[in-house]
């Protein structure tokens, strides 16, 4: 079974610049959640999708930052205007279901560096 | 709010010896999952072991097992006879059960094991 597939695994940027991040769950997962982790610190939620439904968004930093599950698949993270605050790697992951127990499974995450 | 503490930042032990990590966590919830992520040199998250706040047993997956004392709000993992491939970052993770959200994770702990 193939995991969750982010893209790309890296990124580097100036400020100002847009990037987008790409994530494709495991197949069968209807819950699928966007994290960011600065360095030395432990994944952050910014926003999850239960199928094409945000489910909570309240996490995301500013504007700058959305976030689309259109078909309940895969899902894209932009950044519009990056800032060096956002230096972080991003991780995708994907569960079926989003309450209790339920295993998360995460990605390998896109390292962002904004210069 | 949620809130998960690890107060560990690094421990350092040698090979087949045990190593103990500390995570205390604060919900206001009378059910919630308790859970110990790795993360490896590459950035890969992984799930380790789980335990669910009603359970009284200890959680035990093959050399990791839990230490859980729910009066203290505190869920410790204990690795035994640890390996070099041990080395990682570990982080304690909690989720509520009443209603649907992303997990809540701690810092990390940087565990180095050496030969």
């Known amino acids: 079974e193939a995991g969750v597939t982010q893209s790309p695994r890296y990124a580097v940027l100036q400020e100002g610049q847009a990037v987008s991040f790409w994530c494709d769950p495991i197949?069968?997962?209807?819950?699928l959640y966007w994290y960011q982790q600065p360095r030395d610190q432990g994944p952050q939620l910014l926003v999850y999708f239960r199928d094409e439904a945000v489910i909570d968004n309240s996490q995301l930093p500013s504007d700058r930052f959305s976030a689309v599950r259109p078909k309940g698949t895969n899902s894209t993270l932009k950044i519009q205007s990056a800032k060096q605050g956002d230096t972080a790697t991003y991780l995708c992951a994907s569960s079926f279901r989003d309450r209790g127990w339920t295993e998360v499974f995460f990605g390998k995450g896109t390292r962002l560096t904004v210069v | 709010a949620q809130k998960v503490t690890q107060t560990q930042t690094s421990i350092s032990v040698v090979e087949k010896t045990t190593v103990t990590m500390d995570c205390v966590y604060e919900t206001r919830d009378s059910s919630y999952f308790l859970f110990w992520y790795k993360q490896t040199a590459s950035g890969e998250i992984v799930f380790l072991i789980r335990?669910?706040?009603?359970?009284?047993e200890n959680a035990t997956v093959g050399h990791y097992s839990l230490n859980f004392q729910k009066p203290k709000s505190s869920i410790g993992l204990i690795i035994t006879a640890t390996q070099i491939e041990d080395s990682a970052v570990y982080f304690c993770a909690m989720r509520e059960d009443n209603y649907a959200q992303g997990l809540t994770f701690g810092l990390g702990t940087r565990v180095s094991v050496f030969p």
């Open positions: 197949s069968g997962h209807d819950t």
């Open positions: 335990q669910d706040s009603y359970k009284k």
